[in-house]
């Protein structure tokens, strides 16, 4: 049973790197043809899908958060990891990993991790 938990800081400056990493068990994130995501939910608003990478290392982006995204992997550690540049306090949210695309849709999630962006 393929089980993923999002990990990092919890409060995250105004300008900083926001980083998190999901640790993935029970299955390789090098598995063909799975791809591994990243969800925010902002307070109130809905999902929004941020990026993802495929099982071969390539990556995706929402065009709304590609300029100031990285989406990558450690395949020793089976983990993929978020790096989020120049954070504002409208980059609050819980943070989800999972796997899946938008496109074709995902079916196992973390449980997310709230991340507040604060001075």
């Known amino acids: 049973q393929v089980q993923l938990q999002e990990s990092g800081p919890g409060l995250v400056k105004p300008s900083q790197r926001l980083s998190l990493t999901c640790t993935v068990s029970?299955?390789?994130?090098?598995?063909?043809?799975?791809?591994w995501s990243w969800i925010r939910q902002p307070p109130g608003k809905g999902l929004e899908w941020m990026g993802h990478?495929?099982?071969?290392?390539?990556?995706y982006y929402s065009p709304s958060y590609k300029s100031r995204t990285s989406v990558s992997r450690d395949t020793s550690k089976n983990q993929f990891s978020l790096q989020l540049d120049s954070v504002t306090p409208e980059d609050t949210a819980v943070y989800y990993c999972?796997?899946?695309?938008?496109?074709?849709?995902?079916?196992?999630w973390g449980k997310g991790t709230l991340v507040t962006v604060s001075s």
């Open positions: 999972a796997r899946g695309s938008w496109s074709e849709g995902m079916d196992v």
């Open positions: 029970g299955g390789s994130i090098t598995t063909s043809y799975y791809a």
């Open positions: 990478i495929e099982y071969d290392g390539s990556p």
